[in-house]
């Protein structure tokens, strides 16, 4: 009788796994896409032929010394992009990316995903590029929506982000017992 009721509990406790890990499955199915298929994407960010992310050029100087001020060339990078790309778009940055050992500068924007290689020792404009990874990133992490809704301290992101890591662990977890549990019910059965 013990067997029994051994086995009822291990079956019900299967059944209620199955039906935990089908819940979830339902209701994340569309995050869990949008995740992995910019997770690909983001892997494959900088072997995309400058589709996703502007290959990094090289400049004539990769000493510091013989650079333009940073100001200087900040100021050549603003006219950049508005006599060549828009004069109405924003010049707020969101960073400037130096590599010394290219002997570039990148201007990065904050309001839109064009991006200006300068040489550091010219200031010549060595590329004009769009970072649609930037964009991919914001799928991927969720801070589209804090972009969207202007929520402070990036509190969708770190929500999405929770979420969707717990649901990845439960998913794992709830996976593998359903994997399991019916091989060592089987098992037990045997003995």
């Known amino acids: 009788m013990a067997v029994k009721n051994t086995r009822k509990k ?9 039906k935990i890990h089908r ?13 992995s298929v910019s997770g690909v994407l ?27 001020p940073l100001a200087d060339l900040e100021q050549k990078a603003f006219k950049v992009l508005h006599d060549s790309v828009g004069r109405t778009l924003s ?4 960073r400037i990316d130096i590599r010394k050992e290219k002997g570039i500068v990148k201007f990065i ?11 550091g020792a010219t200031g010549d404009l060595l590329q004009i590029g769009i970072r ?6 914001q799928v ?14 990036g509190i969708i992101k770190v929500s999405y982000t929770s979420i969707m890591g717990v649901a990845l662990l439960l ?21």
């Open 23 to 35: 819940i979830m499955g339902i209701f994340l199915f569309v995050f869990f896409i949008f995740i």
């Open 171 to 191: 998913f794992s977890v709830t996976g593998f017992w359903l994997w399991y549990e019916p091989k060592r019910m089987k098992n037990n059965a045997r003995k």
């Open 140 to 153: 991927h992490d969720g801070s589209i929506l804090d972009d969207y809704f202007k929520t402070p301290n």
């Open 10 to 18: 291990q079956a019900k406790l299967l059944r209620n796994t199955r």
């Open 132 to 137: 649609r990874a930037d964009f991919v990133e």
């Open 42 to 68: 983001l892997g494959w960010k900088k072997h995309s032929g400058g589709m996703l992310l502007p290959a990094t050029t090289n400049g004539t100087s990769s000493k510091l010394v013989e650079w333009l």
């Open 91 to 94: 010049l707020e940055l969101d």
């Open 109 to 119: 924007f904050a309001e839109h995903l064009n991006s200006i290689q300068l040489d």
